[in-house]
């Protein structure tokens, strides 16, 4: 039986990837292993959203060189994100690299795989670069991979991704994910309906629908087009699944019908990821994310409106090229009213390939990108604090995800995590026959990332609860 390694770096796509990826292989007799000694093939899923990203892969390929001499029948796989956007380079940085396979191509690897081990030599499938052919032709060039699940490799078998779009178009200055995940494509709902459907018959409770900008999905079949909006509501009718997520959202396709199907579909989480990425018009603007901060205030205000307990989180970037001191500013100032649930930080980090680096310079030295990233981050804990504060004495109801690294705990019981409607950790202790299920549980402490709580033993029972709004 052969034996494989994965290491997955990146987002929520390439986890789902990865996972896609380990249960073809399987199917084919592969059988997961820990570390890459033990493994006859090792495979990395790549991002390549930041240099930091591809810095980390390269390194991992590098300390693999000895263990190929030392072997070469070991099989080293590069996929994904950064496998798309350095091509040959791979092969001419990691010359013992056997296989370079983009995010388009994953349904081929189990045939490349066994052609690579009957002696083919070095194997690279890509897709076409956005300008090497027509719209069609590029788009056909990026597969959605999206087979039968095999529900024993999912991380729980009470939650799971759904893609429902690959691709992206908005092409923000500082984004290579344009370029290496290509066009943005929606995939039939019926098909999206049908993979929801056999993973509610797996037993699966959480469905966490994906996209690059997951909010602008449309997809036309014969006369009807259906927008995220239509795509919810078709899923919220599957029984079985009972709390539906979605990520990543852009925040100029936050409609309002978007925001009534949260409000009125009792499974949908009230947790809407929208990234700001700036609080400066200036810096907005040369992002070309096609909205002001006004604008950005104004969708906001509509969530807030809509959806009074909705819990907003975002994404921002420092030190972007030509960043002021008064432009960091601004987005301090957005990060303070908005009061984010959540922020991740990044340090602005040039991608050849793209438009910023094309035309605009990296002009913000390191060590301010490093101060203004470690000032937003303390903002938002002391946000995030303060707001997970308010929860203290409250009961909340969570769906019961695994037991937890955090080890707190004084009894003799597990310690169980678990997430709120509004996606908040919260970490009991509790019995591990409880994973997967939804629960009462009530908040006895709290810190900026995580809530602490007991589980509700009532004398009511358990069935009342599950009759409440689940709307904490
Ligand atoms: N499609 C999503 C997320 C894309 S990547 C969206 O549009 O929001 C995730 C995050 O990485 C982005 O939101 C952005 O904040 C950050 N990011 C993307 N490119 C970056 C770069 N070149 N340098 C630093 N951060 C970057
Ligand atoms: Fe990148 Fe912008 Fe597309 Fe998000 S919306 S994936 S940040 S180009
Ligand atoms: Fe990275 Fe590709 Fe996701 S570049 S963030 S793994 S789409």
Known sequence: MPKLYIETVGCQMNMLDSELVVASLRKEGYELVGTPREADTILFNTCSVRQHAEDKIYSALGRLKHAKKHNPKKIIGVLGCMAQKDQRLVFERAPYVDLVVG???LHQIPALLSEIAAGSGPRMEVSLDRAAGSRAEVERSFES??????HEMRPSPYQAFVRIMIGCDKFCTYCIVPKVRGPEQSRPAHQIEAEARQLAAEGCREITLLGQTVNSYKHTAGERTRRLSDLIALLHDIDGIDRIKFVTNFPKDMTDDLLAAVRDLPKCSHYLHVPAQS?????LRRMKRGYTVEEYRDMLARV???IPDAAVTSDFIVGFCGETEEDFQASARLMREARF????????SERPGTKGAELLADDVPDDVKRRRNNELLAIQTEISEEDNQAFLGRQVEVLVEGKSKLNRGTSELP????RTNCDRIVVFDGQERLVGQFLPVLVYDANA???FASIVTAHAGPEVYSLQAPHA
């Open 103 to 105: 995010p388009g191509q």
């Open 145 to 150: 991979y999206d087979p039968l699940r095999d």
């Open 279 to 283: 609080g400066s018009n200036a810096v």
């Open 304 to 306: 807030r409106d809509m």
């Open 341 to 348: 649930k959540n922020s991740f930080v990044f340090k602005y």
């Open 415 to 418: 310690q169980l995590t678990g």
């Open 449 to 451: 990332f995580t809530l």
